[in-house]
């Protein structure tokens, strides 16, 4: 069975932190803590933002200012509610929501 929903994407730095955590591991425990299904983080290998600086990930470099993108698939009240979290905070983030279905594969659990 399809959900219709929607898929928001924060992405920030690599060591931005928030309340003494990395902002995506505050999202995502934020996220869990509220209910939210799932979530996950992914590091960009390569990249650039809005000042137009490219930035790579080298060997002898720690690429600090490389960007992680956390990414959620939600119902609109859970998106819009999130979002308002990290926008009343203060969280420095970029974000994007995008429409989106999405359903589960395999096997379902067994229910009694």
Same mark, same amino acid.
């Not at 002898?60 to 009240?77: C, G, R, Y």
């Not at 990290?86 to 379902?108: E, N, Q, W």
């Given at each position: 069975?399809? *959900?219709? =929903? ?7 730095? *690599? ?6 955590? #990395? /902002? ?13 299904? =799932? ?10 933002? +809005? ?10 470099? #720690? ?6 993108? /956390?990414?959620? #698939?939600?119902? $609109?009240?859970?998106? %819009?509610?999130?979002?308002? *979290?990290? +926008?009343?905070? =203060? ?7 995008? $429409?989106?279905?999405?359903?589960? #594969? =395999? %096997?379902? $659990?067994? *229910?009694?």
């Amino acid at each position: 069975m399809e *959900t219709q =929903g929607v898929l928001i994407s924060f992405y920030c730095h *690599t060591r931005a932190r928030h309340d003494g955590k #990395l /902002v995506y591991e505050w999202l995502l425990e934020h996220a869990k803590k509220h209910g939210i299904g =799932g979530g996950s983080a992914f590091r960009a290998i390569c990249g650039y933002g +809005r000042h137009g600086v490219l930035h790579e990930e080298q060997f002898f470099e #720690l690429a600090d200012d490389l960007a992680v993108k /956390v990414e959620f #698939l939600l119902n $609109p009240q859970q998106a %819009k509610s999130l979002l308002d *979290t990290v +926008r009343t905070i =203060g969280i420095d983030a970029v974000y994007a929501i995008s $429409p989106a279905s999405f359903g589960t #594969l =395999g %096997k379902l $659990p067994a *229910t009694d």
